[in-house]
């Protein structure tokens, strides 16, 4: 059994990763941390846990009786962690903020298992991608591999509200997001150097732009994002280069009908979708933001770490209707 701890468990996040490492047959957590929710009962908190767990918050954190630690922190806070607390040298970390997802002076590696699995399986600490992060590139991944894209790489993308985290604000208020949609960090936000980072690496002295516009959806869960740029291969060429890359991924699903978001909502799954336009290639990706952005993808980074199947634990059904 791998033992887990996880760090800033109160949160959504959190919550999730709870959630499916209680079902997960290969995993035990040993401590889920919150200081000011310790000694409460998780299913208190994560109230979706009621009668399936009776784990309780602690504001201990023994990390010599793990073999991984999960950091939910928000961004900025992992690295601040690190440089107050030790942990040993023999136990993993899974760093779910954007704090180590740039290369750096650091021995982190960025986990998107669609690129990285070699050296994920060897990693001792991981970055875990970002969520708007994840869905863009894996629209992405095999046009920028073949070179068959060039020029600008337009990107809009829809996130549901929980990509803002537990903690309220304006822009997620009920009476604000309901019925609503805005746009916010326009060709700005904070995962273009994750996105950038990786359009270098698979496609090196690339010289187009990535434009992305994000926007606020009126909905809980779930990213949909559209990307489109020239291309001068034919649909034909472009789908069998997607289904070649994608033939062996344990959850990228390359599919020839036009997805919708609700395929993908519970599940680790990502579903892309790819159409042409006289020389404009259109790029379509949706995943759910809290598990294949998010602790999903981090349970899945974990399966790949500790040596076993990728889909352990991971096996969940669609909310499709």
């Given at each position: ?65 793990v073999d ?152 809980a869960r ?91 634990g991971l ?7």
């Amino acid at each position: 059994m791998i033992k887990v701890g996880i760090l800033g468990a109160a949160g959504y996040t959190g919550g999730e990763l709870i959630r499916l490492l209680i079902n997960h047959p290969q995993a035990e957590i040993v401590f889920a941390n919150s200081e000011s929710n310790a000694g409460n009962l998780v299913s208190d908190v994560h109230e979706g846990l009621l009668g399936e767990t009776e784990l309780r918050f602690t504001d201990e954190m023994p990390f010599d009786q793990v073999d991984v630690v999960f950091f939910c922190f928000g961004h900025g806070k992992s690295a601040t962690f690190l440089k107050e607390h030790t942990i040993p040298e023999n136990v993993k970390i899974i760093d779910l903020a954007q704090d180590f997802r740039i290369k750096g002076d650091h021995d982190y590696i960025y986990g998107l298992p669609e690129t990285h699995k070699d050296l994920i399986a060897d990693c001792q600490h991981l970055a875990n991608p970002g969520c708007f992060a994840t869905c863009i590139q894996l629209a992405m991944l095999p046009a920028l591999k073949a070179g068959i894209i060039s020029g600008d790489i337009h990107v809009n993308g829809i996130t549901g509200s929980t990509g803002a985290g537990q903690k309220p604000g304006a822009t997620t208020h009920f009476s604000w997001r309901n019925d609503n949609i805005s746009v916010y960090k326009t060709f700005t936000h904070q995962h273009l150097l994750e996105i950038n980072q990786t359009v270098q690496e698979l496609c090196p002295g690339y010289d187009g732009r990535v434009l992305f516009i994000p926007q606020r959806g009126c909905f809980a869960r779930g990213i949909f994002v559209t990307a489109y740029a020239k291309c001068d291969k034919s649909i034909e060429e472009v789908q069998q280069i997607y289904a070649d890359y994608y033939r062996d991924a344990a959850f990228t699903h390359f599919t020839t009908k036009s997805p919708d978001m609700k395929q993908v909502v519970n599940t680790n799954k990502a579903v892309v979708y790819v159409e042409k336009y006289e020389d404009q290639l259109l790029m379509i990706s949706c995943i759910d933001n809290l598990l294949k952005g998010a602790v999903g993808q981090a349970v899945q980074n974990m399966n790949i770490m500790f040596g076993l199947n990728e889909t352990i634990g991971l096996c969940l059904k669609a909310s499709a209707f």
